[in-house]
């Protein structure tokens, strides 16, 4: 039996309140699409190929990121807590702006990704390790 999935073909979603949206369901031939000032807790592209993809100023909160390809894609000021990365391909991924991160560096591929130094924690977590700043 033939399942119809929802194709996304260079779709610009702004100003969106959609929580909880399984776009790994979504039709991955030409999957292109990007996200500015939305609201998506609890979705999930779980094991979607989505490069380039632009996130600005969205909250990710407990969105799900595992086994997806996002290289040379944008977070820009997006919150990203408790997101799951979990053998994602963040290549070239820009993580600068955002906040709220926790990425395995062991677990998740992410080659000339940019982090900033306040976000550098959400790179440590696992090690349970207090960073302070002094002056």
Not at 15 to 23: E, H
Not at 76 to 83: E, F, K, M, T, V
Request: charged letters at 30%; a negative charge.
């Amino acid at each position: 039996m033939s399942t119809l999935k929802t194709a996304f073909r260079d779709v610009k979603f702004k100003d969106c309140k959609m929580l909880g949206v399984p776009f790994d369901d979504c039709n991955g031939i030409g999957l292109f699409f990007s996200f500015e000032n939305c609201l998506l807790n609890l979705s999930s592209f779980y094991k979607t190929k989505i490069r380039k993809t632009s996130f600005r100023n969205c909250q990710l909160q407990e969105t799900d990121f595992a086994q997806c390809d996002l290289t040379d894609s944008e977070f820009d000021n997006c919150d990203l807590l408790s997101a799951t990365f979990d053998h994602t391909i963040l290549e070239k991924a820009d993580f600068r702006t955002s906040y709220n991160y926790s990425i395995d560096p062991e677990m998740n591929r992410i080659k000339k990704a940019k982090f900033s130094v306040r976000g550098i924690s959400g790179l440590l977590d696992k090690y349970d390790l207090t960073i302070d700043s002094y002056p």
